[in-house]
């Protein structure tokens, strides 16, 4: 009979090891099977990366467009894996190995959070893998914000394991998991604090503790208020009425496939239905419900946007949907049928991923070709119109130019107090706030400043770039000009082209 129950436990570990392997490779297939991985931000937040590392490469001319801008900012994590991996791989497999880790280590960080949290649920954390590939949350280029995310499940597990059973181990890491997480993000920093505090008062945990979770959190008040004194940043705040605040949750089940997203949603309300329904009915962790409650609460009032920070409030319901698990307490087997209800989605959502980023690359292969038609170290205007506002991996597909040609591009993210990146360069820029809004161009500024512009679904645009200079490339929605100048300018760009070429 203890053979029996031995092997017993072997299998069911074997089944997990395999699940947990199989979960894996779903999630890493679409950044590791392609070429271009289909998120938006990424090639832009990748190249100020590359530059970063390269200023002083004697290959390229960066250093005399870009410079280094290291502070105590937040959001600084995703630059510092990014710079340190180009020591020993390239630009290219640093990315997917930063991507790889902000896709998996959600739901691991889940299972680990709800192991606290909500002993013997821990199943439920398969929820999270849909969070992990989510078109909002991560496949817009969120990576910090996922990344926080996962940091900040970790920083509860930790802190709940402390109210339990305090220990030097807890004692040292908290501080320490506290002050990377600021390093990450602010957003997953400050509700990890509201998080703490609204559970601390609801479990009447004791005024020491509570203190002691608050000093937790000055280091990294202190490293911001530092970081911010003196920014001339914008300060703008926008926010949303109350139908699009209610239509904004549903960006919690957003992928590339409005089909499967529908039946995400359907069969999600189903899920909770069902799990209500029979004679054992789910208990209430109320802990919890107090905590969703103050995050609902926060979300319902918190700005669109601030500055640069676009869509700011909708970044807050990742953490609403996985820490929302905690509040809930169903039977083991419910728990388990509800956890393969949530495999069963991912693999389907996962499944079209990957064949929507397999489909997307000879597009995309096209637009590259581009690039071979702009010499190296060239000052490029992209002009990418998305005023549709849906989906456009395109929108910054350009700034793999900046890794492949060096090219100078004012409109790389160097959002000041937010990336470690500066354009020292002083040219014309036609873009608002976070490449976010095309002003009226300056057709006489384009010509005077730049050797090139990339123009990408604007067809507004082609007379006027075809007055002041000489189409090189065109491949679909994308054309490329090449500005003319006088005989001089034209003969130095000739000379680069053919350096570039030698290469």
């Not at 509040?327 to 087997?333: K, N, S, T």
């Amino acid at each position: 009979m203890q053979n029996e129950t031995v092997s017993q436990k072997a299998a069911g570990r074997g089944a997990r090891m395999a699940l947990m392997l199989a979960a894996a490779t779903a999630l890493l297939a679409p950044i590791w099977t392609v070429r271009y991985p289909l998120l938006i931000d990424y090639p832009n937040h990748l190249a100020s990366a590359f530059a970063l590392a390269h200023l002083n490469d004697p290959a390229f001319h960066l250093n005399q467009f870009y410079a280094a801008d290291w502070n105590t900012y937040p959001y600084l994590t995703m630059d510092l894996i990014l710079v340190g991996l180009q020591r020993f791989v390239s630009i290219d497999i640093a990315g997917r190995l930063l991507l790889s880790l902000s896709v998996v280590s959600v739901p691991a960080a889940a299972w680990f959070f709800l192991r606290r949290a909500n002993p013997g649920q821990e199943s439920l954390a398969a929820w999270s893998l849909l969070v992990s590939t989510n078109l909002f949350f991560f496949l817009y280029g969120f990576i910090n914000l996922q990344l926080g995310l996962a940091l900040c499940l970790i920083l509860l597990g930790v802190w709940l394991r402390h109210l339990d059973r305090p220990s030097v181990f807890s004692w040292c890491a908290l501080p320490l998991l506290t002050i990377f997480l600021y390093f990450t993000h602010l957003m997953s920093f400050g509700v990890a604090g509201l998080v703490m505090t609204i559970y601390a008062l609801a479990a009447r945990i004791g005024r020491r503790q509570l203190i002691f979770c608050w000093t937790l959190f000055v280091p990294g008040a202190v490293l911001y208020l530092h970081a911010a004194w003196g920014l001339q940043a914008s300060r703008v705040l926008q926010f949303r009425g109350v139908a699009s605040k209610a239509t904004g949750l549903l960006v919690a089940v957003l992928s590339y496939s409005p089909s499967i997203d529908f039946i995400t949603l359907l069969v999600a309300i189903a899920a909770v239905l069902w799990a209500r329904t029979g004679k054992l009915r789910p208990e209430w962790n109320r802990r919890w419900l107090w905590v969703i409650g103050g995050l609902f609460a926060l979300y319902c009032v918190f700005p669109a946007s601030y500055g640069a920070g676009m869509d700011a409030d909708r970044r807050l319901l990742p953490f609403l949907v996985i820490l929302g698990l905690a509040a809930l307490r169903v039977a083991p087997g419910r728990a388990r049928a509800l956890a393969a209800v949530a495999a069963v989605l991912f693999v389907l959502r996962s499944a079209a991923l990957e064949v929507q980023s397999l489909r997307a690359q000879p597009h995309l292969a096209s637009l590259a070709e581009s690039f071979r038609t702009i010499p190296q170290d060239a000052r490029v205007l992209p002009l990418v119109d998305w005023a549709d506002g849906g989906p456009l991996v395109e929108r910054h597909f350009w700034a793999y130019g900046v890794i492949d040609g060096g090219w100078f591009s004012p409109v790389l993210f160097h959002d000041p107090g937010v990336q470690p990146f500066a354009i020292k360069a002083k040219f014309y820029n036609p873009y608002g706030d976070a490449f976010a809004e095309l002003k009226p161009v300056d057709w006489g500024a384009v010509r005077q400043d730049y050797d090139y512009v990339w123009s990408f679904r604007s067809p507004q645009f082609s007379r006027q770039l075809a007055a002041i200079g000489t189409r090189t490339f065109e491949s679909g929605d994308l054309e490329v000009f090449r500005i003319t100048r006088d005989a001089s300018d034209l003969a130095d760009l000739g000379r680069k082209g053919a350096v570039r070429g030698s290469h």
